[in-house]
């Protein structure tokens, strides 16, 4: 049988850019160390937390799960998830490695983790929030379908993903 052809982001240039092979894994006693040592651009800092401060949120609080994005094994991203009180899910502490970005790590992290998620029963959108000016993650997020909901969290702006009727 001859196989489909592989769909990837579209590049700027129109041209299709290889789909990277990102892997979400659990945060472990081997891989912590290569979480902690991500880094953003310097003008992206103000948009996130460090790694270790996320690390710490999903150790000592009750409402955050870590997981790691390894590409052949090598830790290239961080993402947290954690579901509402209304049971919706939410995505959280996204980072690409500041190296990594721009290579569709960011649109396989977001794809897969909330393919996951919304695969639980019950789950009626997934959520997450971002800086108004974070021009990167809205634009990765729009996207992704995520729509403006007009809600805010703290001031960050909400955006929902369902998904579609027809799949
Ligand atoms: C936002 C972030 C996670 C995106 O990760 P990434 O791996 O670079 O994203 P991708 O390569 O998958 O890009 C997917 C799309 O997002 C948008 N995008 C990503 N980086 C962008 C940038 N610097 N400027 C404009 N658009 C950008 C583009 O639409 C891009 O598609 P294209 O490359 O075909 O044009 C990454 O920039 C990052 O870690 N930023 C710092 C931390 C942060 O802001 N996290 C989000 C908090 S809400």
Not at 52 to 62: E, I, K, S
Request: net charge negative; hydrophobic share 40%; proline share 6%.
């Amino acid at each position: 049988m001859v196989a489909p052809p592989r769909v990837g982001p579209l590049r700027q240039n129109g041209a299709m850019a290889p789909d990277p092979k990102i892997e979400l894994v659990p945060v472990t006693a081997e891989n912590w160390r290569d979480c902690a040592a991500l880094t953003v651009h310097g003008e992206q800092q103000r948009f996130v937390s460090a790694v270790t401060y996320y690390l710490c949120l999903c150790a000592y609080g009750d409402t955050w799960h870590p997981l790691a994005a390894t590409e052949d094994g090598e830790v290239v991203g961080f993402v947290m998830w954690g579901v509402d009180d209304d049971r919706s899910a939410w995505i959280g502490g996204l980072v690409v490695d500041g190296r990594r970005q721009r290579q569709g790590i960011g649109h396989a992290i977001v794809r897969q983790l909330r393919e996951r998620l919304i695969a639980e029963p019950g789950t009626p959108n997934v959520a997450l929030s971002y800086a108004a000016d974070n021009i990167a993650a809205r634009r990765l997020y729009r996207t992704l379908g995520f729509r403006e909901t007009g809600e805010t969290e703290g001031t960050e702006l909400v955006a929902r993903w369902t998904r579609p009727e027809s799949a």
